[in-house]
């Protein structure tokens, strides 16, 4: 494989075991950004503030992001009827894991609710990595 698909963020998607490991049930909508210093992550969750909400690191790699506890009813009175309840359909559970690139410093990671926008600051390790590449000598004898 080259250099570029190695660092290539997506690669487990393509090459490898998934990188979203459980996507059933509800989940918020997600972007990823990527600038030369961090990697950058936002979540849409109206409605809800930093103590509804959970981010860790799972094996040193598998960032997890999801609800505490159930989302709130709200409570009508004895002889209402409800006939449309949409609005609940976004406050229940949500959990979000994937695979983090390589190239992380996991404990710098840095989160903020916003707005009902969850962004997650994960920056890059820019200092060089030693090679993998091992060099065999080859002698006339074994």
């Given at each position: ?23 059933s049930g509800p989940t918020a909508p997600m972007d990823w950004l990527e600038s030369p210093a961090a990697h950058i992550f936002k979540f849409d969750i109206p ?96």
């Amino acid at each position: 494989m080259s250099e570029s698909v190695r660092s290539f963020p997506l690669r487990r998607f393509f090459w490898g075991s998934p990188i979203f490991r459980d996507l059933s049930g509800p989940t918020a909508p997600m972007d990823w950004l990527e600038s030369p210093a961090a990697h950058i992550f936002k979540f849409d969750i109206p409605g809800l503030s930093k103590a509804d909400i959970k981010v860790e690191v799972e094996d040193g790699n598998v960032l997890r992001i999801y609800r505490v506890g159930g989302g709130k009813e709200e409570s009508a009175g004895k002889d209402t009827v409800w006939h449309v309840a949409e609005r609940g359909s976004g406050r229940g559970e949500f959990s979000r894991e994937f695979e983090l690139p390589e190239n992380v410093k996991v404990d710098q990671i840095k989160a903020q609710v916003e707005n009902g926008v969850l962004t997650i600051v994960v920056p890059k390790d820019t200092s060089p990595k030693a090679s993998n590449v091992k060099t065999i000598n080859i002698s006339s004898k074994l």
